[in-house]
């Protein structure tokens, strides 16, 4: 029966026998993701049960959104699951970007210096911290930056922490996922351990954390271990898939003070800001996501494993520990990027009679390709996957709001590959 079906949808007999065979030895690490998932969900229900969530909470705000009791109710649930004294959690934070844009630029002033001890961060804050020229950046705000690298073998550089950090120092900021840097996911642990010691160097030092593509995977998060603030989009994990906008920033009630502020108008803060009827889609998004992130943490880990079998090498690799839902193939040429990309199209719900091709994205020194078939645009916990067209030629993958669509993607991939003759099954 199952043969059968995965036929229909162009999936040969050998690969679904190879799929099978790969998921056989993974029982013990899906069973272990079930029951973070478990403990996770739980963890949700509890937080909506003490904020006694009800069915007025669904109701639209409209103007200045005074009294929008969804909308606080939502920002005490986030605040309780992340063990947080306050959250701020509107659809008018438009991205992930503009949520750690907010979290920034509330917290410092002119003259104060922000600093990454984990490396470069993402790319798109380049541009807002001042990195690299941009208009606007906190840079020409008078607001200055240092960074220090992880060590070669991704240990902290514990001394050059402590030797960047100064009088002015007023912000670190740490991104727990790699992006599409080649270096390690951060575990929570690790991050407990960096903001231990840059409190033990600075206690008065706000310590904030990217956590893009980590809400769910473990069973607590960097504010359970000591950051100030904690901050990330909704179109990824935290929204399940069905928020259709949104971040969220949680953390200390006096900086979360500083960045409702900041978001709407000094004065105003959190008491305005109306959610249009969107909150039913944030409770219920996040109601979905402990399940919805373990789905695409178990896609990821099974792509390792069947693309590893193969030769192509995978970071994270097919037995390490996980700690975001990233996945990087190295297909080793553009014809395997673009095999890969077309099968995880056709496999979409959504755009899967398109072909993705490679092309010119502002910003990036090569041609990249992009696959993705979404309900929400851009969405990355919806199954997708890009990379640029240059050496290793790797493609980044993520997400998938059910294990069953993200496995399916996955195997329409190496289907795709297969054709190409890229792979040879004996
Ligand atoms: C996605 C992401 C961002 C920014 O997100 P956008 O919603 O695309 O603006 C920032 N940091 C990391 C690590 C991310 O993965």
């Known amino acids: 029966m199952k043969e059968k079906i995965y036929e229909e949808s162009g999936i040969s007999k050998e690969v679904v026998k190879l799929s099978d065979d790969v998921l056989s030895g993974l029982k013990e690490r899906f069973d272990k993701i079930d029951e973070i998932a478990e403990i996770n969900q739980l963890k949700v229900i509890n937080a909506m049960r003490k904020n006694k969530l009800a069915a007025e909470h669904f109701e639209a705000s409209t103007g200045y959104g005074y009294d929008d009791a969804g909308r606080e109710t939502l920002e005490k649930v986030y605040a309780d699951i992340f063990h947080a004294e306050d959250a701020l959690v509107r659809p008018t934070l438009t991205c992930g970007t503009h949520a750690l844009t907010i979290a920034l630029s509330a917290n410092v002033r002119p003259g104060d210096e922000i600093l990454s001890p984990v490396g470069k961060p993402y790319d798109t804050l380049e541009g807002v911290i001042g990195i690299r020229p941009q208009k606007g950046s906190l840079a020409e705000y008078g607001v200055t930056y240092s960074q220090v690298d992880l060590l070669p073998d991704g240990g902290f550089d514990f001394e050059g922490i402590k030797n960047a950090i100064n009088e002015k120092t007023k912000l670190v900021t740490i991104q727990r996922s790699k992006g599409y ?24 030092v706000i310590c904030m954390v990217d ?108 037995t390490e520990e996980r700690f975001d839902i990233i996945q990087a193939v190295k297909l080793g040429s553009p014809e395997g990027m673009n095999a890969f990309c ?70 329409m991939s190496f289907q795709e590959m297969v054709n190409a003759g890229l792979i040879k099954l004996k």
């Open 181 to 204: 840097e080649p270096r390690k996911t951060l575990s929570v642990e690790r991050i407990g351990e960096l903001v231990s010691f840059i409190k033990s160097v600075k206690p008065e």
């Open 211 to 318: 956590n893009c593509y980590g809400e769910f995977v473990e069973i607590i998060e960097p504010t359970d271990l000591g950051a100030d603030l904690c901050v990330g989009s909704l179109i990824k994990n935290p929204g399940g898939g069905l928020a259709p906008i949104g971040g969220y920033i949680v953390g200390r009630s006096d900086l979360i003070e500083n960045c409702a502020y900041r978001l709407t108008a000094p004065g105003l803060g959190k008491e305005v800001g109306a959610t249009l009827g969107l909150n039913r889609s944030f409770f219920q998004g996040l109601f979905l996501a402990p399940v919805v992130t373990a789905g695409a943490l178990k896609g990821a880990i099974f792509a390792a494993n069947l693309y590893e079998r193969f030769g192509f090498e995978c970071v994270p690799n097919a």
């Open 342 to 411: 077309k099968g995880i199209q056709e496999a979409a719900p959504v755009d899967s009679y398109v072909t993705p091709e490679p092309w010119p994205m502002p910003g990036y020194h090569s041609d990249v390709i992009m696959a993705a078939g979404a309900f929400i645009q851009g969405s990355s916990i919806e199954l997708s996957a890009d990379g640029p067209l240059y050496p290793p030629y790797a493609v980044y993958f993520q997400g998938g709001l059910t294990w069953y669509h993200a496995k399916f993607g996955i195997m």
